[in-house]
Each structure stands twice: as structure tokens, then as C-alpha cells.
């Protein structure tokens, strides 16, 4: 069960909540340190009187962005305004919880992270390209990362064109693959375990195995979003109302983006 926090009380009854189930509970708590001062001594007051750090059943994620501390008089890395933004701070990032810093990267590092996703996925880039990308993406790794799959799946597109297979034929084979996952996906999330799909859905088992695989990066309502965008596509085409490449291209940016 997930939460995103709005109210102090919201949260307590949250995660204080009991219930017949044995679920876990994971709570996030965004721009916390923004709030008002009496919001923010409350919030460490509950986490210390509660023992949210101590519970296996509970999850409490609270994400910041901080700016460096430019001024050397200081000792703190961060600049964090004092009182009850530095208390609860200190407290997160206590022995009793558990922080994680992930520091941005630019230059160099940024480039060679970008050579090394690209080559994840079994592709090649080189330094004026990734310093292109940069200059579009910025240094934001999640949309470096988005920009780079569309990339690879514009690449991976255009090798089958070359290769003198038709609009059409790709868009049916598509199709094919994105309503096979939707059938796995959907018996996935009714509760069916790999062993039971083969019983249930009439699917070569290479074939089912690698749509399962395919099916945990993709949600249901997902999957759904791009097999109606594939009809849609196939209508503007077969109809003349998009050029088939074009459309293609349109398509492939969608489900990569």
C-alpha cells in the first residue's frame, strides 16, 4: 500500500492503522523540509515517540533535494536553514534510519554514464553524440534514460525497415506482441505464478517465458495505453490519414517515452 503525504494526521492514522491483512505500508513524505516550522518539530517528534525506524511493517521514504553549502565558514555539507528543517535532518539521517545520497553528475562522468547506458542496451554512441544529448536532456538522468531508449527503439525500428520488412507487417507484429502481453499480464495479476500460465494461455513456452519477462516492465493500464495506441495507428494508416513511416515513428517515441 502506498501513501503520499498531506497532513501530519493522515500520515499517524497511516501508518498506525491496523489491519486484517498482513501488508506492508509505504508512506512518502515530499518537501517536507519547505514546511512551517511547527509542522516540521511535529513530524520529528512522531517519528521519534513512534519508532517508525524500528517497524518491518511500515516504510516511511522521505525524498530532498538539497543545495550544497557554499559557504566554508560552515562544517554542514548541505544548506539547510536552522531549527526544524536541521533537527529533523539530523534525525533522518541518524544511525537508527537509513539515508542514501545520490550526488548529480556532470561533465566527464555524465558523458561516460551515458556511453555505458547505451552500451547496456547493446548500442554505441560517441562523445559529440552524448555531449548532443546532453545539451537536449540536461543532466537529468531519468530523461537521459528515456531519451537514450527511444533512441535505441528508433534505431532498432529502422533496422527492420532496412531489412525490407513492410509499415504494416511491423505494426501487425507489434500487435501480436503487445496483446500477448496483455493476456500474461493480466493472468499475473489475478495471481498466477509462471508455472500456471502455460495451462492457461496457449503460448509456445519461449514464447510465454519471454513475455513474462517483457510483462514486469509494464503495468496493466500501460499495456492497455499502447495496444489502443497501435489500433489507432493501424486505422490512420490503412485509412491514408498518416504517412505509414511516419506514424511508426510516432508510435515507437510514444511506448519508449
Known sequence: MLFF????????????????FQEKKLAVVENIFEADEDILAGFAEYLKKEGVF????????VPQL????????????YSIKE?????????LTSKESQSEEFEFISGAKLEQWIKKEVERIGGKIDLNAARKLIEFAGADL????????????????????ARGESEIYILTMLAYQFRNLILVKSE???GSQFGALAKKIKMHPFVLRKTFDQSKNFS???????????????????????????????LVAEIAG
Not at 503525504?5 to 486484517?20: H, I, R, T, V
Not at 524500528?54 to 521514504?61: D, G, M, N, P, R
Request: with cysteine; glycine share 6%.
Open 220 to 250: 496493466f493500464p500501460a499495456l492497455e495505453n499502447i495496444y489502443e495506441k497501435l489500433m489507432e495507428t493501424d486505422i490512420a494508416v490503412k485509412s491514408g490519414r498518416l504517412e505509414s513511416q511516419a506514424a511508426l515513428d510516432l
Open 5 to 20: 503525504f498531506c497532513e501530519l494526521d493522515e500520515l499517524k492514522n497511516f501508518l498506525g492503522a491496523f489491519s486484517m
Open 83 to 91: 531549527g526544524g528543517a536541521k533537527n529533523l535532518f539530523s534525525l
Open 142 to 161: 531519468w530523461r537521459l534514460q528515456n531519451e537514450i531508449g527511444k533512441l535505441a527503439a528508433y534505431k532498432h525500428l529502422h533496422r527492420h525497415l
Open 54 to 61: 524500528k517497524t518491518a511493517e511500515s516504510f516511511l521514504v
Open 188 to 190: 499475473v495479476e489475478k
Open 66 to 77: 538539497l543545495e550544497l553549502n557554499n559557504d566554508k565558514k560552515k562544517k554542514q555539507k
